[in-house]
C-alpha cells in the first residue's frame, strides 16, 4: 500500500492553465507539506498544514493555493502557470510529536509547463 | 534562523570502500538532523534521524552517522559502499521550536563496480 500518494505522477500544461496536484497519506499523520524540487535538484519547502491548519507559508506566489479538506488530504493548485513553475512537486507527511518524526515523501509529480 | 550545507556535488568511490557524505548545520536552538535518498524519479526516502545523545547513529541499509556538535556537523557514513548506494543524498536540519525543515542542496553519490 502506498504510504503517501499523488497524482497526477506526469503534468504537461501551456502557460497560462490552471492545474492541481492532489495528496493522500495513509500513515495517519497529522502534519503534510509540499516541497518543490527545482532541475538542480535543490528542495524547497512551500506549505505546511497541520490538522488542516497552515502553519508554514514561505514566500510563494500567490499563485499557488493549498487546501486541505482533512488531515489526510493536502492539494495545490496552480493559477497562471508559468513556465518557471516547471518543477517536480513532493508531498510528504509526518507526525508532530516529541520524537522528531521524519518526513514520508511521495513520488513527486513532474509538472511541465510549456 | 536554520541552514544546512552539503559542500560536496559529487562522492565517486568503488564498491567495497567506505563512504562519506559530508554535512554541516548551523541553527539557533538544538538541531534535529536527518539524512535521506533519493534514487532517480522517485521521491525522498529517510535514513536515519540524530537522537539527543547519540553521537553515533544507525539507519537503514547499512548506513550510519556522526554527530558532531563542536563541528556542528551529521556527516553520513558507510564502511562498505554498494553500487547500489549510487543516488542522491540530502542531509535537513531542523530547528528545535520550528516546524519547518531545510534540505541541503544534495549530494550525488556515485559507486562504481
Known amino acids: 500500500d502506498t504510504a503517501v500518494s499523488q497524482t497526477p505522477k506526469y503534468l504537461v500544461t501551456q502557460m497560462g492553465n490552471d492545474k492541481s496536484i492532489k495528496c493522500e497519506q495513509n500513515l495517519g499523520h497529522d502534519t503534510m507539506y509540499w516541497y518543490k524540487q527545482d532541475s538542480k535538484k535543490f528542495l524547497k519547502i512551500m506549505f505546511s498544514y497541520n490538522n488542516k491548519e497552515l502553519i508554514i507559508n514561505e514566500t510563494v506566489p500567490n499563485r499557488f493555493s493549498p487546501k486541505s479538506p482533512d488531515k489526510a488530504h493536502l492539494n495545490l493548485h496552480i493559477n497562471s502557470l508559468e513556465l518557471g513553475d516547471s518543477a517536480v512537486y513532493f508531498c510528504a507527511s509526518s507526525r508532530r510529536d516529541r520524537n522528531n518524526s521524519p518526513l514520508h515523501f511521495g513520488n513527486g509529480t513532474r509538472l511541465t509547463v510549456t | 534562523a536554520q541552514s544546512v550545507a552539503q559542500p560536496e556535488d559529487q562522492v565517486n568511490v568503488a564498491e567495497g570502500n567506505p563512504l562519506t557524505v559530508k554535512c554541516t548545520y548551523s541553527v539557533s536552538g538544538n538541531p534535529y538532523l536527518f539524512w535521506y535518498v533519493q534514487y532517480p524519479n522517485r521521491g525522498l526516502q529517510f535514513l536515519l534521524k540524530?537522537?539527543?545523545?547519540?553521537?553515533l547513529v544507525k539507519g537503514s541499509y547499512g548506513f550510519e552517522a556522526e554527530f558532531n556538535k563542536s563541528q556542528t556537523s551529521f556527516h553520513l557514513k558507510k564502511p562498505s559502499a554498494l553500487v547500489s548506494d549510487s543516488a542522491l543524498y540530502f542531509c535537513?536540519?531542523?530547528?528545535?521550536?520550528?516546524?519547518?525543515?531545510?534540505f541541503g542542496a544534495g549530494t550525488t553519490v556515485t559507486v562504481r563496480a
Open positions: 535537513a536540519v531542523r530547528d528545535s521550536g520550528d516546524y519547518k525543515l531545510s
Open positions: 540524530y537522537i539527543t545523545g547519540d553521537n
